[in-house]
């Protein structure tokens, strides 16, 4: 019987430590996923609608909608994947305190304030990225062109880099 008791409580104190360990990784990922939506899923939904009602405005209507049902049906899906990843990434990278920290990071007005500002497609911070970007990716564009070109061949004329959409 005593041998019986012993097993048991073996049994129980070597258990325990995985179960608080699960809990500990379930709330880790809880929390993370709490921080993927209330950033970067945030952000992405923003600039997803800017950039589907952009694509979507010379539509018909009839098309548009059609186009509309289709693309946010394949958002979700994309949004349902990077939300898992990305909560289980961060859930095994850092701690819960560290996860509760950065929560508390992005709560703050100040910051979110400032996210707002950058996350807005008619701001003129977002303006200035923009235009910027562009011009960076049209010289990476140029010196590849130029890297493919055949010897003695002239050297590709540097374009006006393109403004960004408005």
């Not at 898992?84 to 950065?102: D, R, T, V």
């Not at 990071?105 to 970007?133: C, G, H, L, R, W």
């Amino acid at each position: 019987m005593n041998r019986l008791i012993a097993t048991l409580c073996l049994g129980v104190a070597l258990t325990a430590p995985l179960a608080a360990r699960a809990d500990d990784q379930s709330d880790r990922v809880a929390e993370a996923t709490k921080l993927v939506n209330k950033t970067l899923i945030k952000n992405l939904q923003t600039g997803f609608n800017v950039a589907l009602e952009k694509t979507t405005a010379a539509m018909p209507e009839a098309r548009a909608d059609s186009v509309r049902k289709e693309l946010n049906a394949e958002f979700e899906k994309q949004r349902a994947l990077m939300v898992e990843g990305l909560s289980k990434e961060y859930a095994q990278k850092f701690s819960l305190a560290e996860l509760k920290h950065l929560d508390e990071i992005y709560s703050d007005p100040v910051y979110e304030k400032f996210q707002t500002m950058n996350a807005d497609p008619n701001s003129s911070v977002t303006a200035i990225s923009q235009n910027s970007v562009t011009k960076l990716l049209n010289m990476l564009a140029v010196a590849s062109a130029t890297d493919n070109q055949p010897p003695g061949a002239p050297p590709v004329p540097m374009p006006a880099p393109t403004p960004a959409p408005k």
